[in-house]
């Protein structure tokens, strides 16, 4: 089986966008789903329905791949969880490394998707001498002293950190000098990093916030609904003069009930 040191995926030579690049692992999943309920043929709708995209957005994201289906059969499915695994790469064997054995890398190395999707974890390393040798998801951690060996032992393109935020760029450097040419971030901190070494970037935190926003926004319109609804229209009868303005079966209700 190929390495992930001298195989890259296909998908820039072929010109795929990156937002197509973005959704193949979606449709992966979806159709990995199928197959394992043993689906031979799906249509573009219910796969698309399946990834939270729409359907026109997946047949032009095929068509990159030379896929187009069969009008009024489908997609076969084993076909495509095969095309999608070669162009991102998952037919090869690509080692990774997890720089950073906090609780959030210890959680990671003991995620079993990494090897069912075709990446080995092949050393967990961290800076804390009190950890070396110490077993985590059957792996023994290694001190970051040996963090170029291990990259060069293990032919590794792919590294992790998880480190916190204040070593996260001097772990970027080491990595990126001792040959990893892809790094998945989960400190929070921007890295900096030369031409040729894509980052890809995991802030909890900054997803936490987002939805905080969406949540705050639609709080907003409840309110604002809510007033408005409340807002007598012209001509229209005076609300009794209780609090809250409405009546039940015992009396006059309060506008906000006791918990």
């Not at 190395?109 to 040798?133: K, T, W």
Request: charged share 20%; net charge neutral.
């Amino acid at each position: 089986m190929a390495t992930g040191r001298t195989h890259r995926p296909a998908t820039r030579s072929r010109g795929i966008p990156e937002a197509t690049v973005a959704r193949l692992p979606l449709y992966l999943r979806a159709l990995t789903a199928l197959s394992e309920r043993s689906v031979p043929t799906v249509s573009s709708e219910e796969l698309a329905a399946a990834a939270g995209v729409n359907s026109a957005k997946l047949r032009k994201d095929f068509s990159y791949l030379g896929s187009y289906g069969t009008r009024g059969v489908g997609y076969d499915v084993e076909y495509l969880v095969y095309q999608i695994s070669r162009e991102l790469g998952l037919t090869q064997d690509w080692p990774v490394v997890i720089v950073g054995i906090g609780n959030l890398g210890a959680a990671l190395a003991n995620y079993g998707g990494f090897a069912s999707r075709g990446f080995r974890v092949a050393a967990l390393i961290d800076a804390d001498p009190a950890m070396a040798g110490k077993p985590v998801a059957g792996l023994p951690v290694r001190h970051t002293d040996e963090l170029e060996s291990i990259i060069s032992d293990n032919g590794v393109s792919i590294g992790v950190i998880a480190t916190p935020a204040g070593a996260a760029q001097q772990v970027c450097d080491r990595l990126v000098a001792a040959g990893v040419t892809s790094i998945l971030n989960f400190a929070p901190t921007v890295l900096v990093v030369p031409d040729g070494v894509d980052v890809r970037k995991v802030d909890l935190s900054i997803e936490l916030q987002i939805l905080a926003f969406h949540e705050q926004r639609k709080a907003g319109e409840e309110t604002a609904e809510g007033a408005a609804a409340a807002t007598p229209r012209p001509g229209a009868a005076a609300a009794p003069a209780a609090a809250g303005g409405r009546k039940g079966p015992d009396g006059d209700v309060p506008a906000v009930m006791p918990a």
